[in-house]
């Protein structure tokens, strides 16, 4: 069993940055593929990014190359998303999700996901 906590969303002016954390609880964390989706109102949830678990790789989703990154620190049962070069269209619920295997997660089929934080970017 684990269980996802997202923090560090809030209002940031367009071309600023966040970093988003997500922490996990379960004692085999390090073991788990973790990923990052996110809401805007009105549309459905889309992928961002994800890690995996092995070998450390990061996939992202087109509209975020460049500007964000994954990563983690297993010592601390956390992963991060830094979003740099905010823009309006990032503004979304941010949700974090785990699963055993990397391409359950990239295709939003995790088996754990957190409650979301907001990220909103004012232009």
């Known amino acids: 069993q684990v269980h996802l906590v997202e923090s560090g969303g809030g209002l940031v002016q367009a071309g600023g940055s966040l970093r988003l954390s997500c922490a996990a609880s379960g004692r085999t964390f390090s073991r788990y593929a973790m990923g990052w989706f996110r809401q805007a109102p009105g549309k459905e949830r889309e992928f961002v990014a994800a890690i995996d678990w092995s070998s450390g790789s990061t996939y992202y989703a087109d509209s975020v190359k460049g500007r964000f990154t994954c990563s983690r620190e297993n010592a601390k049962n956390t992963v991060y998303l830094q979003m740099n070069n905010l823009k309006a269209e990032d503004k979304a619920v941010y949700y974090c999700?785990?699963?055993?295997?990397?391409?359950?997660?990239?295709?939003?089929?995790?088996?754990?996901w957190g409650q979301g934080t907001q990220v909103t970017v004012s232009s």
């Open positions: 999700a785990a699963d055993s295997q990397t391409t359950m997660v990239v295709g939003g089929k995790g088996l754990y």
